[in-house]
Each structure stands twice: as C-alpha cells, then as structure tokens.
C-alpha cells in the first residue's frame, strides 16, 4: 500500500478513536497489539496521552469482572506492562506539562495496571500535585490517595495537598469517593505497622460523619457490594467492628487453587487436618486452612492480582490491598497463622523440574514449620514462601 499524506492523518486518527472508545468496548481489546506500536510515533499532548493510557488500563480492569474475562485480562495487562517502555518516552510529557487531572488519570492508570512506579517518578507525580494543589478536589484527592495505597506507597509532601482539599469537599461528598479515602488511610496504616497521624485523622471525621446516617441511609448511600466490603474492612481495622451487616460470601476457588487442592490431597503421608476456611470474624474465606500442632495455618495462594509490577523490572511485590487484608487477619484472628504463596514462587519450582508431588511434600513440611515458627516467636505468624533451586521452599516475615 502506497502510504500519503492523507493515508497518515487517517491512520493517526483511527489509533486515536481506538484509544479514546476503548474503555467503552472491552472486546476491543483484541486489537490492542496493533494499535499500540503506534503510539510512540504520534505526537500526542499530555492530555491525549494520559487519556490513552488511563482509558486502556480501566478496559482492562472491566474486562477482568466480566464472564470468563480474567485470563484475557492478564493477558493484555501483561501486554501493555511489557511495552510500556516505548511509550513511556512521553512520561515527563504529562508530568511537566500535563494538566492536575491529567497526574491523576496518569497515576490511576499505573494503579489499575498494578505498575509501581520508580521511586523518582512517585517524587514528580508528588511534586506535580504540590504545584497544582488548587486544582485537586475531594474526589481527585481520594483517587490519588488509593491508588498510592495499592501501589503500597505514603506520599510525603503530596500527603498535606491531598489531605486538606479532602476534608475541605466533604460539604457535598460524593459517597464513592468517602469510601476510597477511609479504605486508603486503613491501608497505608497497615503498610506502615503503625498508627499514622493521616490516617487516624480520615477515620475519626469519617466516622463521626457515617455515625449521623440510619443504617437505611447507609444502604442507600453504598449501595454497590465492593463499597460495602471497603468501608467494613476500614472500619473493623480502626474499630474492631463493621460498619455495616456483613453478608458470607460464597467461597470462590480458582484454577490455581484447584490444582494445589489436588497437590496437597495427594500428600497423605503428612498428618496435616483441614479446617474450615472461614474467617468468621470476618465474614469471609481463606484460600486453605489446616489444623497444625493445635494452631490454625491459612495458605493463601497469591495470584498475579495481589502484586504490583516495579516499573521497567519483572520485580514483584504485594500489592496494597493484599498487604491490608494480610494484616486485617492477623489483627482479627491474632492466634491463626498465615502463610503467602505467591504464584511465581510455586511456577519457578515447576520450572526447575520439580514433581507436583515434591511440591505437594515440601509445602506439607513447610506448614508444619510454620506451625511450630509461630508457636516458639509470635511475630512470625504471618510469612511469605520464597522457592529457590538451591534451597527448595523456604519462608519469611511478609
């Protein structure tokens, strides 16, 4: 084909169209490694751009809550995640130039795609945030709060910024955004394994604030079930209660924990006693449970969704909210003991050569280590398990 002038402008204004409908049409996402290549070469303001990368991410995050959605899902976050590089040549585009709600979509964006940022870049996405403090509202001051917290960071000199223009909207709150402030403020405190000034000071407004509502105005309000699991957890972390009536919710499997199900069914030869994994302080469910040595042992088999991706690294780490649910439990349930497997922990075993039976041995030896870990220090109740070729599965503090 012989490429004009015209033929150009066309096919600019195509990947533009896609970019800007994207978050609309999720099925569109099959033709994403298309279009993407070409945006390096546009020449795309700030706005545009951060328009692009927020519309992308949030297509992604809808289509991992539809039908059968998630392994796509994974798929073309992986995707983008793998080529950001190229695109990112345009980073200090939106962070120099682009407007206050611009840094906001920008940073949502990293946190929908679960892509943490280098630490210089978190300084400038602060910086930019002190400079156009007059822009930020309550509700781009919650965004930015939550998603800094699930990308497991405190802001410092963006905190005062954020924290002010919050309180000083809450005259006319829209009751999405109250959600993801307390929820933030109950994660960055568990993160920290401390009180933190912040965080107390968003819990006792708020909570003085929800205590004028009638439960039916509570219902009414936070209405959507993933609201009412935010403001229960942030609630029962700063109060030891519940918000709101708790439903039990249905206890989901995935594939994944299918197959470890299996694994651990043919390890007959350890005296490991399944427990009910219901957490009824809680209302909700553990991925495994096992009576050990008169302890109660939680194995949580941490999928791609619980760990944030370190910018232009394959390093993972747990995300905020994994960090906050880990820690709710142990607050709630002082006495069980947890353990974390990550899903790449229990891949490079795989890849290495070993039998899902050994696998299924090693992990067996490992709770009843646990079991007795946690009895002889009590701070080791809550750990991740690590796999290395040279010492097989081993654990840690989380």
Not at 187 to 206: D, G, N, T
Not at 332 to 342: A, C, E, K, R, Y
Not at 356 to 374: F, M, P, S, V, Y
Request: charged fraction near 25%.
């Amino acid at each position: 084909m012989l490429y004009t002038a015209d033929t150009v402008i066309d096919d600019i204004e195509e990947t533009r169209e896609y970019f800007f409908n994207l978050h609309e049409n999720t099925s569109a996402l099959k033709d994403l490694s298309h279009y993407w290549p070409k945006l390096p070469t546009m020449d795309m303001g700030p706005s545009a751009l951060a328009r692009v990368l927020f519309n992308t991410s949030l297509a992604i995050e809808r289509l991992a809550n539809e039908p059968d959605g998630m392994r796509l899902s994974l798929k073309y976050r992986d995707y983008v995640v793998s080529n950001f590089g190229d695109l990112w040549i345009n980073d200090y585009k939106i962070l120099n130039r682009g407007h206050a709600q611009d840094i906001n979509k920008t940073l949502s964006a990293f946190n929908k795609l679960r892509l943490k940022p280098s630490g210089s870049m978190f300084e400038k996405f602060e910086s930019r945030i002190v400079t156009d403090a007059e822009d930020y509202r309550l509700d781009s001051s919650s965004d930015s709060m939550l998603a800094f917290s699930q990308l497991a960071y405190m802001p410092e000199t963006a905190l005062p910024v954020l924290e002010e223009h919050f309180f000083s909207g809450l005259a006319d709150p829209k009751p999405r955004s109250l959600v993801k402030m307390y929820w933030a403020a109950a994660v960055q405190e568990a993160i920290a394994k401390e009180e933190v000034p912040f965080s107390r000071h968003v819990h006792e407004v708020l909570s003085r604030a929800f205590s004028h509502l009638t439960q039916t105005q509570m219902e009414k309000n936070f209405s959507r079930n993933d609201d009412r699991a935010q403001l229960n957890d942030a609630s029962q972390w700063f109060t030891g209660e519940p918000i709101m009536p708790r439903p039990k919710t249905d206890n989901r499997q995935s594939t994944w924990e299918g197959y470890l199900r299996d694994i651990f069914a043919k390890a007959s030869d350890y005296d490991l006693e399944s427990t009910d994994t219901y957490l009824p302080n809680l209302g909700k469910w553990s991925d495994f449970a096992f009576r050990v040595n008169g302890h109660t042992v939680h194995l949580e088999a941490d999928g791609p969704l619980h760990f944030n991706n370190h910018f232009r690294t394959d390093d993972y780490r747990w995300n905020g909210n994994t960090l906050f649910q880990s820690a709710l439990v142990a607050k709630t349930h002082p006495d069980d003991v947890q353990l974390h497997l990550p899903f790449f922990a229990y891949q490079n075993a795989v890849q290495k050569g070993m039998s899902t039976d050994l696998i299924g041995h090693e992990l067996c030896q490992l709770l009843c280590r646990a079991a007795h870990q946690a009895e002889a220090d009590p701070e080791m109740r809550t750990m991740s398990i690590h796999y290395s070729a040279n010492a097989g599965f081993c654990f840690k503090p989380l």
